[in-house]
């Protein structure tokens, strides 16, 4: 397992933009796959972007596909998620996760979790 501490959360108008940032602990950062998951008040956790070991190959939740972008920087053992035109909609808290091997968008297939960040967006 890796250790995640998740950061760049906050409180941002409609259409306005996010990154937040997923740092990780351990030797082997490069041989996990990434996901950002998110889970709004009242609701089950969901998936909302994946990238490879590699950074290759990439997948979104249909919710925030061409808003968001996932990507990593291995040297740096850190993960982005870029959040552009965001929407009241998004507002949750956004855990970063990590498993070994290939991407996966089932929030039980990942083992090593952050502590979330509160993203809100406002109308």
């Given at each position: 397992?890796?250790?995640?501490?998740?950061?760049?959360?906050?409180?941002?108008?409609?259409?306005?933009?996010?990154?937040?940032?997923?740092?990780?602990?351990?030797?082997?950062?490069?041989?996990?796959?990434?996901?950002?998951?998110?889970q709004?008040?009242?609701?089950?956790?969901?998936?909302?972007?994946?990238?490879?070991?590699?950074?290759?190959?990439?997948?979104?939740?249909?919710?925030?596909?061409?808003r968001?972008?996932?990507?990593?920087?291995?040297?740096?053992?850190?993960?982005?998620?870029?959040?552009?035109?965001?929407?009241?909609?998004?507002?949750?808290?956004?855990?970063?996760?990590?498993?070994?091997?290939?991407?996966?968008?089932?929030?039980?297939?990942?083992?090593?979790?952050?502590?979330?960040?509160?993203?809100?967006?406002?109308?």
């Amino acid at each position: 397992q890796v250790q995640l501490v998740e950061s760049g959360g906050g409180l941002v108008q409609a259409g306005g933009s996010l990154r937040l940032s997923c740092a990780a602990s351990g030797r082997t950062f490069s041989s996990y796959a990434m996901g950002w998951f998110r889970q709004a008040p009242g609701k089950e956790r969901e998936f909302v972007a994946a990238i490879t070991w590699s950074g290759i190959t990439t997948y979104y939740a249909d919710s925030v596909k061409g808003r968001f972008t996932i990507s990593r920087g291995n040297a740096k053992n850190t993960s982005y998620l870029q959040m552009n035109s965001l929407k009241p909609e998004d507002t949750a808290v956004y855990y970063c996760a990590a498993r070994y091997g290939t991407l996966r968008v089932r929030e039980l297939e990942y083992d090593s979790w952050g502590q979330g960040t509160q993203v809100t967006v406002s109308s």
